[in-house]
């Protein structure tokens, strides 16, 4: 026998055993019990946002969704756009398609949003305009529909979204605060904000309602405002004894930022302090503008960012965390390029690759959550 055979038929052997090695590791590797299922051996929750599309035409993305979220929200589908594209026509299609999915896996769905200056129809900023009567009219109207339509099988609902302003040297400042300027603002005052709690508790006395904000997780100074700014609105809805049961912070972080856990961890108590629960709700982070050569490097500083972030957020009393999406493929901070790098590089900002695969954010997330904090 030839030295060669053995050899090449060797290395053909020893490539088909390496490789099916590696592809046996891959595949346990993702098999292994996914964050959903760590974080509920630990107390917590986690859950990731989702869009009906593709949890319906991308087996790849299915696949990851049911092995890692234990909660879904919808990233589109249940906002004012999507549920009442026309005034009085409804069109539950999209919404739907993530709740049957979520249903027949057994995985509960969270509400995104009831209330909220984006994913408007044109109809309603028309509406809105029209005054109060017509404003309050044309929520509770739609509250009227979607509450119950959903009652059953979303428990847990933003009624308002992104209520607080932005502050100077913030992203997108606005006005002088603390309220966002808003068409909703416009039609009905202040005053929104209690209503659409009100309206949201007189349907359903179960339902948990959120306030869900974002730009109050950093350590600058118009995060300082912000925090400021969001604990007013909240002891002000208390006051007026608003039914609020929880915020959710929305931690789109960015690397770009300092972050301070101190601040972040007094801010989270702080809130239960108040009786509040708070949920991170739509984690994701957008690198700094100069990133380090290569994923390797890029996925580890990502990773040690949020394993910071989360630490914090869990000593202040979090215990249900959501990404923005699990994959960096279909984040929005690949697909809007209001966010996206311009570098010509794609931000790998959620605990899942291109491809799908765990990267160091997924396992830093799974040792906090997982109970190995
Ligand atoms: O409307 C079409 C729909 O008809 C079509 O069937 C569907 C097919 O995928 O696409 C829909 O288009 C877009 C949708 O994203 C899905 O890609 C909408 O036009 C577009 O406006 C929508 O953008 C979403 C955006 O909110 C506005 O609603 C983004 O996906 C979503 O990531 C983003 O999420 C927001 C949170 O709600 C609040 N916090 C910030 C976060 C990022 O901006």
């Given amino acids: 026998m030839s030295l060669a055979a053995p050899a090449p038929t060797g290395r053909r052997l020893l490539g088909g055993a390496v490789l099916a090695a590696l592809l046996a590791r891959a595949a346990a590797a993702q098999t292994s019990p996914g964050l959903g299922t760590l974080a509920r051996q630990h107390g917590f929750i986690f859950g990731a946002a989702v869009q009906a599309e593709w949890l319906q035409t991308n087996p790849l993305f299915a696949a990851a969704v049911a092995r890692e979220a234990a909660l879904l929200v919808p990233e589109w589908e249940a906002k004012f ?6 005034e009085g ?3 539950f299609g999209p919404l739907d398609g993530i709740l049957n999915w ?17 994913a408007m129809p044109p ?9 109060p009567a017509r404003a309050r009219t044309v929520m509770q109207a739609h509250f009227d529909t979607v509450l119950p339509r959903t009652r059953a099988r979303i428990r847990d609902w933003d009624v308002v979204n992104e209520a607080v302003a932005n502050p100077l040297g913030s992203d997108n400042p606005s006005a002088s605060g603390p309220l966002r300027p808003t068409p909703w603002l416009a ?30 997780e950093e350590d600058t100074p118009a995060a300082d405002i912000k925090r400021q ?21 929305q931690a789109h972080l960015q690397m770009q930022n300092p972050f301070s856990a101190d601040k972040f961890t007094a801010f989270v108590r702080t809130l239960r302090g108040m009786g509040l629960a708070v949920l991170i709700t739509e984690l994701d ?21 949020v394993g910071r972030f989360l630490t914090a957020a869990v000593e202040g009393g979090v ?31 959620l605990p899942l690759d291109w491809e799908g695969n765990r990267k160091p954010m997924w396992r830093v997330m799974a040792r906090i959550l997982g109970g190995q904090g």
């Fill in 89 to 91: 026509r409804f069109n």
């Fill in 319 to 349: 215990r249900t965390v959501l990404t923005w999406g699990l994959m960096d493929r279909y984040s929005w901070l690949v697909m809007d390029p209001g966010v996206a790098r311009r570098d010509g590089l794609h931000h790998r900002g």
């Fill in 123 to 131: 109809w309603l900023r028309a509406a809105l305009a029209d005054g």
């Fill in 229 to 249: 700014w969001l604990l007013a609105l909240l002891r002000s809805l208390q006051d007026q004894r608003v039914p609020i049961d929880a915020v959710g912070i």
């Fill in 187 to 216: 039609a009905l005052g202040p005053a929104y904000v209690p209503l659409a709690f009100r309206l949201a508790r007189e349907r359903d006395p179960t339902l948990r309602l959120t306030l869900n904000d974002y730009g109050v």
């Fill in 285 to 305: 982070v957008r690198e700094p503008n100069r990133v380090a050569d290569g994923f390797a490097a890029r996925d580890e500083a990502v990773a040690a960012w």
């Fill in 81 to 86: 756009e999507a549920l009442q594209p026309q």
């Fill in 102 to 118: 979520g249903q027949a896996r057994s995985l509960p769905v969270r509400g995104h949003t009831l209330v909220w200056h984006i």
